[in-house]
């Protein structure tokens, strides 16, 4: 059964940096894209970072060059750093292995930046 637990969300101010982390039980790991996605208030959930079982990573344009994914199999664990944030990088943060048919959601981490 598939479980993900993000964390490592809070408030921070503009041009500050977090470092979200998510463990992912239920599935396995080392064989799935991960990817993170974000949710606005008010907006569609989006795309934000993939990174494939090797390594391989994609970035929305909205991010490139201030973030970075990262994954440690051993872990079950994928990251992402986020340097530079503004206030549009507001929004809860969720984790999901990316081509995995589901309808689950873990709850998510809450990232706030103040300007």
């Known amino acids: 059964q598939l479980q993900l637990v993000e964390s490592g969300g809070g408030l921070v101010q503009a041009g500050g940096s977090l470092r979200l982390s998510c463990v992912a039980n239920g599935i396995i790991f080392s064989i799935n894209v991960m990817a993170w996605y974000r949710q606005a208030p008010g907006k569609q959930r989006e795309l934000v970072a993939s990174?494939?079982?090797?390594?391989?990573?994609n970035y929305a344009d909205s991010v490139r060059g201030r973030f970075t994914i990262s994954r440690d199999n051993s872990k079950n664990t994928v990251y992402l750093q986020m340097t530079s944030l503004g206030p549009e990088d507001t929004g809860v943060y969720y984790c999901?292995?990316?081509?995995?048919?589901?309808?689950?959601w873990g709850q998510g981490t809450q990232v706030t930046v103040s300007s």
């Open positions: 999901k292995p990316m081509y995995l048919q589901t309808d689950y």
């Open positions: 990174i494939t079982g090797r390594g391989v990573e």
